[in-house]
């Protein structure tokens, strides 16, 4: 029979740091844990956890010898082993049996008083954040969030975790964003995730990146969105280099409209806050994808605070005036700065350094830089890096036309400055997967770590002459 006993704090501040689980936190976290831990005592022979029942509380073996009895085989764990945590994260129920091999002794913590310290102690998050991305997939681990399966890891950030995962359902590969428990333990961090969830949601545009549902489980909360085929811009800038003046005006318009878009007061006046190029996606195709709302807010609701990336932030806000979308646009004249030179306009060794010179210095020419850049790409850039928000360009129709003017409108299949080769292919498409056709092109450039434009036009268009 289970039994509760007062802990020896004493004790278990000797016992609790050789725990793998706890090995990297700070005495005073580890005490503040022992504080809220309970002494559970078993005989041989009598359950631990039993299968079926809601997870409440994490046991800690502190001497004695259990089995864990699993599907398709059974496990011993003894002094220091961890048991339910998972159960404990998400409050389902338990996927096991454990029961006692001899007079066992475990401290227990129950599910309340953890998820407190979590949101006391960062550390603590930080580690079961560490425990999640260890057990999300692969042999033994979880595996599956609702009707998704869990595939791989495909990146991470600040404030999340994103998988690769398959809809069970109808057979399509997804992206899971998981709420790191750094995050997820502060109430208003969860509500801003949610909210890029519900702001996304509500956005319907072939370059922003579409949110299927939200899922709130294991202590946090998760956001299902369509699987992107493709990198981000700063990939694409760190690996193959600068882009062309052809290639930024197509992304920067695709863009312009994605923002013209969500701005619009009858799809909620949003503003994203935090265009940059890890934000921005090209998919193999050259399509162009804006994600990453979670710091987005409308125009009735933005304030003073600063908040988004400095490098592309606008005056405006570092010196906590009145904003509106024109930040926007002023961020995606830096973004194509950065497109074409590699670098933002404005950096110093500190911050400070850096928001003195957005607010006072002038950005260098553009075409100072990057000569052969189309005109209306440069005045673009010029206009909307004007330092006045009142005097920067601001009508999305002027900004359309002068991107349009630089995207052109031949295939231009001569070598440019960083070019050597051009490969033309003509092919007749029946029976052929088309799309998964220039997916493959792509990949076996990426092999060979190509830098390379690729363009495909139909018999239809009028860029390239099917005569030749």
Sequence with gaps: MLKQVNIDQQDALIFLPGVKLFIKLDNSVISDIAKHMSLHRYEAGEHLIKKGEPGEYMLIIKQGKVQVSLEDHDIELGKGDVLGEIALLSGTASKADVTALVDTEALALYRVEFLALMERHTELATV???????????????????????????????????????????????????????????????????????????????????????????????????KLDGYDLKYYLQEQGVFSGKQT????????????????????????RDIKPANIVLDYQGNVKLMDFGIATTSEDSNKNFEGTILYTAPEVLQKKPFDYRIDVYALAVTAYAMLTGKTPFRAPTMLGIMQKIINDEAEDIK????????????FIKRALV??????????????????????????????TEMDMAVVVKLKTAGIDTELLIKELHQVLKLHHACYELEVVDRNSDELDFTL
Excluded at 185 to 192: A, G, I, L, W, Y
Aim: aromatic letters at 6%; a positive charge; charged letters at 25%.
């Design 128 to 226: 079961m954040t560490n425990l999640m991305k260890s057990r999300m997939f692969g042999k033994g681990g979880i595996n599956r969030l609702g009707k998704y399966k869990i595939l791989s890891q495909l990146g991470e950030g600040g404030m999340s975790i994103v998988y690769n995962a398959k809809d069970t359902v109808l057979g399509r590969e997804v992206a899971i964003k998981m709420l790191k428990y750094e995050i997820a333990s502060k109430v208003d961090f969860k509500e801003r995730f949610k909210q890029e969830a519900v702001t996304i949601a509500k956005l319907t545009h072939p370059n922003i990146l579409h949110v299927i549902e939200t899922i709130d489980d294991y202590s946090t909360s998760f956001i299902i969105m369509e």
């Design 368 to 379: 100072t830089l990057v000569p052969d850049i189309p005109d209306g790409l440069a005045e």
């Design 249 to 272: 005006c197509d992304i920067i318009s695709q863009l312009a409209q994605a923002l013209e878009y969500a701005g619009n007061k009858h799809n909620g006046g949003i503003i994203h």
């Design 387 to 416: 330092k006045d928000p009142k005097k920067r360009i601001a009508n999305w129709g002027e900004i359309h036309a002068l991107l349009a003017s630089g995207k052109g409108h031949k295939i231009d299949l001569l070598a440019n």
